[in-house]
C-alpha cells in the first residue's frame, strides 16, 4: 500500500513549526531505514539517481566536460563549473584537486567522446561517490541537460541499510515536497524484494534539526 500524502503532509507541519529559523534556506532529508535488506546482496546494493519534478535547491552545483561549443553553451546556460580536455588532462596526477573538484560539485555532466579520459582521470574520485557524469552527445541541448540534472537527487546504501537524500528546501511549497518525497519512496519501492514492506521508517529532517518520524499507518 503506497504512503499516504496526508501522512507525510502531517510531517511536514510538524517539521516546520518545531524548526528554528536560520539565516539560510535549509534543505529538507528524507531518511528511510530498510528491514529485511541484506545490503551486501546484489539487490540489497542500491544505488539509484533519480529525477524529481521540483528541483530540490537552486544551489544545486553542475560541473560540464565539454569541449568547444558544448563548453560555450554550458557557461551560457549557467553551469558553475566548465572544464575542457587539457584541464581534465590536467587532473591526472593530483588527488587533492579532483577531490576538490568531486566535493564542489553535486552533479556531472559529460560530453560522450570524453567518456574515456573521464573514466580515466576521475573515475577512481568520482565512480565511489556515486558521482559519474552524464554522457550526452556533442549536439545536446545542453541548457535542459542541465535544468533536468538540477532536478536529479541520488540515493545509495553505504554501510547500513539507511537510504537519506535531499527532496527539498524549506522555502519550498508541502506540495511539491510531497511530490519530490513520493518520487523516491515509489522508485526505492521498485528496488526492493517486498516494497514498501522493506521500509522500516521513514523521518525527514532540516538541515540543523532533529530527525521527525513519518507514520507509516
Known amino acids: 500500500m503506497p504512503l499516504e500524502n496526508e501522512r ?9 513549526a518545531k524548526s528554528k529559523k536560520r539565516n539560510f534556506d535549509q534543505s529538507v532529508e ?21 529525477e524529481l519534478p521540483y528541483p530540490a535547491s537552486k ?24 572544464l575542457q580536455r587539457e584541464e581534465i588532462e590536467g587532473l591526472s596526477n593530483d588527488k587533492k584537486k579532483q577531490r576538490e573538484l568531486a566535493k564542489k560539485a553535486d552533479f556531472f ?13 576521475l573515475g577512481s574520485i568520482l565512480g565511489p561517490r556515486g558521482k559519474m557524469p552524464t554522457p550526452v552527445p556533442p549536439t545536446a541541448n545542453i541548457e535542459e541537460v542541465i535544468e533536468r540534472q538540477r532536478r536529479m537527487t541520488s540515493v545509495r546504501v553505504r ?17 511539491e ?24 521508517s521513514i523521518y525527514l529532517k532540516t538541515t540543523m534539526g532533529p530527525p521527525l518520524k513519518v507514520s507509516l499507518q
Open 8 to 16: 507525510i503532509l502531517e510531517a511536514m507541519r510538524e517539521l516546520r
Open 177 to 200: 515536497i510531497i511530490d519530490n518525497i513520493q518520487t523516491v519512496i515509489r522508485r526505492i519501492e521498485a528496488r526492493l524484494k517486498r516494497g514498501i514492506k522493506n521500509i522500516g
Open 109 to 121: 555532466i559529460a560530453e560522450a567522446p570524453l567518456m574515456p579520459v573521464v573514466g580515466r582521470v
Open 30 to 50: 528524507l531518511i528511510m531505514n530498510l528491514r529485511d535488506v541484506d545490503i551486501k546482496a546484489p539487490e540489497g546494493k542500491i544505488q539509484e539517481v533519480i
Open 159 to 175: 554501510g547500513q541499510p539507511v537510504l537519506q537524500c535531499r527532496v527539498g528546501t524549506e522555502e519550498m511549497k508541502d506540495e
Open 59 to 82: 544551489d544545486l552545483s553542475v560541473c560540464v566536460l565539454a569541449t568547444g561549443d558544448m563548453a560555450l553553451r554550458a557557461r551560457r546556460a549557467g553551469a558553475q563549473i566548465v
